[in-house]
């Protein structure tokens, strides 16, 4: 983390550290180092009053207002701001003409699902972004995307490694928190949760169910997250390739998936 980092972001932010050049040093090694410790998802909370919160905002909105076609967010921040960044706000569903969204080195958790309003993207790159396990379903949505450079080692369920799937919760569990706008995101993966990523329809916390999926979305197979609103939208879903979980799972360690293969 930058010397500059004053201490009360040390402790609100993100846990990230980040070189001169602001890259994450995170490595996907930290994020599964213990073996008999239960994955789950990155706890981290975003500060939406930090600096480079802000800052990625108004880049948004320069971004959405030019038309832009090649977005490369983070080289408009500087280390400590880069260091503030758990997601990417909502906001990244204006970004309509983007066709080509960079996002090198990264200290990113978690992608919303707004990525999908994206109708332009060909091309996404969150390269070398170790802390991003998982993308959300809602990238399917992104007809366009033919390039992807993810760095699968980082992954669940990637065909090298089989990285566990984090547990998610039982049907009904939805309708027992308080807010469903004000979640705890080790646990949803998510601080909001807004309409099914399946359908786009509006979420029935008691029907409400969380899936994992692994399908190949341009270049790579990913493990998507899907916030489905009924168990019609899980059974909508598309057949998984081989060698992978072949259908929709809860995660956790009664999961069986093949055996990690080095080819
Ligand atoms: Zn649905």
């Known amino acids: 983390m930058a010397d500059s980092t004053p201490p009360a972001r040390r402790t609100f932010g993100n846990r990230f550290t980040a070189d001169a050049a602001g890259r994450s040093q995170r490595t996907a090694e930290v994020c599964f180092r213990q073996p008999n410790a239960r994955v789950r998802f990155h706890g981290e909370r975003q500060d939406t009053s930090s600096p480079g919160w802000r800052r990625l905002l108004r880049l948004i909105d320069e971004a959405a207002a030019d038309g832009r076609e090649v977005f490369r967010p983070l080289v408009g921040l500087n280390p400590a701001e880069r260091t503030d960044l758990v997601t990417l706000p909502s906001s990244i569903a204006k970004l309509t003409e983007v066709r080509h969204l960079v996002l090198y080195g990264s200290p990113l958790v978690r992608i919303p699902p707004e990525v999908g309003a994206m109708a332009s993207l060909e091309v996404f790159e969150p390269y070398t972004s170790y802390g991003l396990h998982w993308f959300p379903f809602e990238l399917t949505k992104c007809t366009n995307l033919r390039g992807s450079t993810v760095s699968t080692r980082a992954l669940y369920g990637n065909y090298k490694y089989r990285h566990e799937f984090p547990q998610l919760q039982p049907v009904g569990s939805l309708a027992t928190v308080p807010d469903s706008n004000d979640l705890d995101?080790?646990?949803?993966?998510?601080?909001?949760?807004?309409?099914?990523?399946?359908?786009?329809?509006?979420?029935?916390?008691?029907?409400?169910?969380?899936?994992?999926?692994?399908?190949?979305?341009?270049?790579?197979?990913?493990?998507?997250?899907?916030?489905?609103?009924?168990?019609?939208?899980?059974?909508?879903?598309?057949?998984?390739?081989?060698?992978?979980?072949?259908?929709?799972?809860?995660?956790?360690?009664?999961?069986?998936?093949?055996?990690?293969?080095?080819?």
């Open 185 to 263: 995101p080790q646990v949803w993966g998510t601080e909001k949760i807004r309409s099914c990523s399946v359908c786009d329809g509006p979420i029935e916390p008691a029907r409400f169910q969380q899936v994992w999926i692994s399908l190949r979305v341009a270049t790579d197979v990913l493990p998507l997250l899907v916030n489905a609103c009924s168990e019609d939208c899980v059974r909508a879903l598309p057949a998984p390739p081989e060698g992978y979980v072949p259908m929709a799972h809860q995660g956790g360690r009664n999961v069986r998936q093949p055996r990690p293969s080095r080819r």
